[in-house]
């Protein structure tokens, strides 16, 4: 009996150490920021975008605080407001170290204009975004952000399957679409039945491109039951073929 009481009181008596050892810490000035301040900070990321520069200049009003006083949370919340920043893992190292590990954000396409659209789907602005090479360039009214990427996506299958690439994908206020190929060729699709009027006008394409070297200038599939085609014009002195050519099935 005495035993278990004896054992109960030294439970009692180490909670009670634990719980006041911190503040007598605070009190005495134990966990001071001048006891133990934040000496190293050492940032693990990519840097494309983002440079190591921007991150120490966003945390580093926090440092001052101190390896225990420091907050995890407001530095990640810091440094995740600079532009490219997809999210932000904090840590402290003992004895003096913030360990960050920032990951940027991927860029898929452009978004009309001055944003990109993230490889998480992510819409966001960008200094310099207008000037980046290689990217597809989307547009159309922001709630139908996923039906002009899906559509993107299948366009750019299909044309490939006859060695073109898509390189911009518009709709329109009024729901009509619209593509750009990477040789600057224009295609108007309009807005009923988009894939069907593709489908038809792929269908036939490898005929139209019998005896031409050049692809075409403009294609315009907004017709019922076929489209129109502008070819170049050719070079002086070439047999001369027609500037337009009408499929209809």
Sequence with gaps: MRGALAIRLAGWGIALTLVALPIVGVLEGWFAASRWPVRYLKVEAEFQHVGAEQIRAAVTPLLGAGFFALDLGAAQKAVATLPWVQRVEARKRWPDTLVLRVYELQPFAHWGQGRLIGRDGRVFAAPGADAIEGL?????????????????????????????????????????????????????IGRDHPQERLQRFLLVYPTLMNGRSA???????????????????????????????????
Excluded: C, H, I
Excluded at 149 to 154: A, I, L, S
Excluded at 173 to 188: C, P, Q
Excluded at 225 to 235: A, E, Q, R, S
């Design 136 to 188: 597809p360039k989307l547009s159309g009214p922001d709630d139908r952000l996923a039906d002009v990427v899906t559509f993107y996506t299948q366009v750019q299958k299909a044309f490939a399957a006859d060695g073109m690439r898509v390189a911009a994908v518009d709709l329109s206020e009024r729901g009509s679409w619209s593509l750009t190929l990477a040789n600057g060729a224009a295609v108007m």
């Design 215 to 249: 692809g075409f200038e403009y294609a315009d599939l907004r017709y019922t039951n076929g489209f129109v085609v502008k070819w170049p014009v050719p070079p002086a002195g070439a047999p001369a073929k027609p500037a337009a050519a009408t499929g209809n099935v």
